[in-house]
């Protein structure tokens, strides 16, 4: 089954800098590539997406780019904020009309914490 | 649009005894997946319901279950309790019509099992 690793697990950066976190993934087939923001007890939220038919989306501050050729993706965060801080997780899911192994799953990468320090 | 909602929101339990949670999706969504968060093991899928049918399940032992209604409402229930099962339990809704949707989170139900 499809395998996302993320790095790294921790990251500290200072106010302003940008902050950069890596996915990689294993299974060809994966074309959904959602990012969440997880802060302390609350639900994660949805921050960014890309298909697998896109090579880089830009929202704001936050941008993720995919590279389907290397399995990887990357989000990217720039003139980071003290709200930046939180747990930030990779995810990656796949669409098959063969089988229902896909259906309603995300494989979460392991998650990254963010300290943005003022 | 009201958001996903879990209840209850918090649980204690001993060992042995079983448990149900309980998860309302948006409306208009039909999918609801599951979801076990712990520090260790991060998030983990358990499994997916879609028009009152699993269509999806994770590697978790026969003691986690789920079902869902008519409504799109899902419960999942955990028998015979273990200490590892304490955890943060989500759920997500989504439209359910491909694997490519976005799945929104719920807030959780926090269980601790004594």
């Not at chain 2, 269509?55 to 955990?78: A, I, L, T, Y």
């Not at chain 2, 015979?80 to 019509?97: I, K, M, P, Q, V």
Request: some cysteine; proline content about 4%.
């Amino acid at each position: 089954g499809e395998n996302v690793e993320q790095h790294p697990s921790t990251l500290s950066v200072q106010e302003g800098d940008s902050a950069v976190i890596k996915c990689t993934y294993s299974d060809s087939a994966s074309n959904y590539f959602p990012w969440y923001k997880q802060e302390l007890g609350k639900r994660p939220q949805l921050i960014i997406d890309i298909r697998s038919n896109v090579g880089e989306k830009k929202d704001q501050r936050i941008a993720v780019t995919l590279n389907k050729t290397a399995k990887h993706f990357s989000l990217h965060i720039t003139e980071t904020q003290p709200e930046d801080s939180a747990v930030y997780f990779c995810a990656a899911s796949k669409k098959t009309s063969l089988t229902t192994d896909s259906w309603g799953k995300l494989q979460f990468g392991a998650g990254t914490q963010v300290v943005v320090t003022p | 649009k009201a958001g996903v909602t879990q209840t209850p929101r918090y649980l204690i339990k001993t060992r042995g005894q079983q448990v149900t949670l309980s998860c309302s999706p948006i409306s208009g969504h039909r999918s609801v997946s599951w979801y076990q968060q712990t520090p260790g093991q991060g998030l983990q899928f358990l499994f997916e319901y879609f028009s009152e049918t699993q269509r999806n399940k994770g590697n978790f032992p026969g003691r986690f279950s789920g079902r869902q209604f008519s409504n799109s409402r899902s419960e999942m229930n955990v028998s015979t309790l273990e200490l590892g099962d304490s955890a943060l339990y989500l759920c997500a809704s989504s439209h359910g019509t491909g694997g490519e949707e976005t799945q929104y989170f719920g807030p959780g139900t926090r269980l601790l099992v004594l």
